[in-house]
């Protein structure tokens, strides 16, 4: 009681003088080492090791739990430092590859992911990533990327807003019938996470500037409906070195694949060396799709976007995932280069 007393007063006193709090847990550490002390140095009856315990087990013990306290706290310290965070708790101005304390607390449970954790969470915010198509698959993949904090994410499409689109491309609203998809998805994403920046390129692409759009990205996911823009997207990442993620919609069934010959995967080409007739590959407005589908393939695409940003499990490099919605089924497929492809067969990594 002596010892709990005296360090009372000394806190106490502390904060009435204005003490700084690490020199008022210093006196007070100084006052528990005082009292191990006479334990051990005092003879057994004497009044000082009465007065403060008795024997020097109690107060080791205290000392112990007051280390492991002591350490824990360092501990979290450190994680916050690395992630952004000082030890007084006030978030510096975020930069990158840095976080403000409400992005810590927005993105915790990626972070405690012994997958993603801060460093993952720290290749997101860093990561630059181009969706080509605001559409039905672009949109779950521009909500997910833009809600899992990808810190530069690029949205290229000509297209605007139709009341046909809004039963499967969830991201527009009824009011932005009209607005370019681009505009209309921007506005949607920074004001579900203002933390990142969105790109929008409201026009055509081409080969005039699919080279230099591309290089400033880390990876492009791929949501358009024609095979010349594919097949666009498919030879201007090959030649940049980044992967291409693709995803596909019929009806009730979708498909989705990592293109990426730099990591020994195909490239889309090779899978798909010819276009199909046209009657064969009806597009959406044609065939018909249900509603639904596109958000199970986008957030497939996101998560194999995130999955290789971050170094989480194994990507769909060499696979190809077909999703039956009609009757519930999940099938993959191997798929493989092929050795005369013009497109990949010089940058293959094998």
Known sequence: MLVIILAAALWGLGALMGTPRNLRWMMIALLILAAVGIQLVFPDGHPLRAATGGSAALWLIVVGIAAVVWGYGRLIAGLRKRTGVDDSGKAPAPKQGSFSGTELDRYARHIVLREVGGAGQKALKNAKVLVVGAGGLGAPVLQYLGAAGVGTIGVIDNDTVENTNLHRQVIHKDAAIGMAKVFSAQREMTAQNPFITVRPYNRTLDDTIAEELFADYDMVLDGTDNFDTRYLVNATCVAAGIPMISGALSQWEGQISVFDP???????RCIFPQAPAPHLAPSCAEAGVIGPLPGVIGAMMAME??????????PLRGQMMIYDALYGENRSIRIAPRADCPVCTSVRRL
Request: one cysteine or more; charged letters at 5%; a positive charge.
């Open 305 to 314: 976007a995130i999955k290789i940003i971050t170094g989480a499990g194994a």
């Open 262 to 268: 730099a990591h020994g995967a195909p490239c889309y």
